[in-house]
Nanobody
């Protein structure tokens, strides 16, 4: 009933740009907070950026000034500029506070992830 589908990952050279997108399934009526997290090999998953339904944004210090999160209803995008090799990771879309048209509520949900690789 719930799907968060990421797209836009790939291979890019250092200094380049990529845009990730995450589309929520049509069964979803609203999502309180949407965000992007990432997990590099051998490391824990970490927060990259979040945006609330009201448009409030937050960023990790490591991406502030380089990444921009935006949102239109239940679709969220992450514009990544000035990419560095240390940005290499699997990027996951996350939804927090998900309400379906059926009335079902999900506290949180993850997408399957999309690989971003930045070469030096």
């Amino acid at each position: 009933q719930v799907q968060l589908v990421e797209s836009g990952g790939g291979l890019v050279q250092a200094g380049g740009s990529l845009t990730l997108s995450c589309a929520a399934s049509l069964t979803i009526r609203s999502i309180d907070v949407m965000g992007w997290y990432r997990q590099a090999p051998g490391k824990q998953r970490e927060l990259v950026a979040t945006i609330s339904s009201g448009g409030t944004r937050s960023y990790s210090e490591s991406v502030k000034g380089r990444f921009t999160i935006s949102r239109h209803n239940a679709t969220v995008s992450l514009q990544m500029n000035s990419l560095k090799p240390e940005d290499t990771a699997v990027y996951y879309c996350n939804g927090h506070g998900i309400r379906l048209y059926s009335g079902t509520y999900y506290y949180g949900y993850w997408g399957q992830g999309t690989q971003v690789t930045v070469s030096s």
